[in-house]
């Protein structure tokens, strides 16, 4: 909230994203603005980090109005070394993978594999501890 002009409205814990986000209008007035996810990736933005496939096909059906030019629902990977914040639609098109993550005792989900390479104009070296 330190970089962008947004208030940050927790969602319900049974809610799929995070927050809701309010873009500040000015004279007390904010405008909803999209979702916001954050995922903790725990480490450095040069490996891939897996996320749910369900969890953007979610946030994709969100419904949205976008009668602002920044109206759109976001996800946002906290690496070690950076922030990388995407547009939930840059997702869209990456080909999920039948993939258990490393010490979970599952069947097998579908995930996509985001590597901040990819996105590299959007990745910004602002470290939260």
Known sequence: MTNYPWILTPTPKFYF???????????????????????????????????????????????????????????????????LMLNIEMLRDLRPVLYTLPGVDEIKKLYVFVKAADYFPYFKPIIIR
């Open 17 to 83: 994203t995070d927050y809701h986000i309010n873009k500040i209008q000015g004279f007390g007035r904010e405008n909803y603005i999209g979702d916001l996810e954050v995922k903790w990736a725990d480490r450095p933005s040069s490996e891939p980090y897996a996320v749910p496939f369900t969890k953007i096909q979610q946030m994709l059906a969100l419904p949205l109005h976008r009668d602002l030019p920044d109206s759109y629902h976001r996800i946002l990977f906290r690496f070690d070394d950076g922030l």
